[in-house]
């Protein structure tokens, strides 16, 4: 690996001020992205998904807790399997101080196609406290398109088709039919609606709160 140039304490403050310069623009346009991504418009959830966790069956409107938004974290974690990815786990590992998001009236839940009882026995051998229902039998995981079946629902991997995907990328299934992903919810009396996903590079700089929290349509809220 080869190292940074040695210089003196004046030729490092020029050469910061110039990093500066480009820190601040990509500052503001992440601002204006984020606001963007607030103006988004939403669609409302009209299939009724149920999904297994801790008290049984429960529906979507459920992983809310109450509260008005719902950040979905799906993590790779296929049935056959005895544990989640390394990439996932690693991510689930850093989820963070969750009441920061409460506060926000944020929930935040993971969600796996494995059978509860895994996610659970995984979930007590990580030592995880976070909510991590298992979608098991619904079509959620193909809806969001972190499952890609074509048997079940057209693939679609980040927003391009299979044959746009591969045209850009290459083969669509070179990595397996599992990819991580985030889906934001916001909840309007008892109607849920569909504001965002991300998935590839649009994960990673997650997870952290303010982050977290800039995916959902009401922001940060004055933190």
């Avoid at 009724?48 to 950040?71: A, H």
Wanted: glycine content about 8%.
């Amino acid at each position: 690996m080869e190292l940074p140039e040695i210089v003196t304490r004046e030729e490092w403050l020029a050469a910061r001020k110039e990093l500066l310069v480009k820190e601040k623009e990509v500052t503001r346009a992440r601002d204006e992205v984020s606001a963007r991504r607030r103006a988004l418009p939403m669609v409302r959830v009209e299939k009724e998904y149920v999904f297994e966790g801790p008290e049984g069956r429960v529906g979507l409107v459920d992983l809310f807790e109450g509260r008005g938004q719902l950040i979905v974290q799906h993590a790779m974690f296929e049935p056959e399997w005895d544990a989640a990815c390394t990439s996932c786990t690693s991510d689930m590992d850093d989820l963070g101080h969750l009441p920061h998001l409460h506060a926000n009236d944020v929930t935040l839940a993971v969600v796996s196609r494995a059978p509860f009882s895994k996610i659970q026995a995984y979930k007590e051998r990580k030592g995880w406290d976070f909510p991590y229902y298992s979608s098991a039998g619904s079509d959620f995981n193909y809806d969001y398109h972190v499952t890609l079946d074509e048997s079940v629902a057209p693939v679609q991997i980040n927003y391009r088709s299979k044959e746009e995907h591969e045209a850009a990328v290459g083969p669509w299934d070179i990595w397996g039919r599992e990819l991580p992903g985030v889906s934001v919810f916001l909840r309007v009396g008892g109607e849920v609606f569909h504001t965002y996903s991300a998935y590839s590079r649009g994960l990673d700089a997650l997870p952290f709160v303010f982050n977290y929290l800039d995916l959902t349509p009401l922001g940060r809220q004055g933190m």
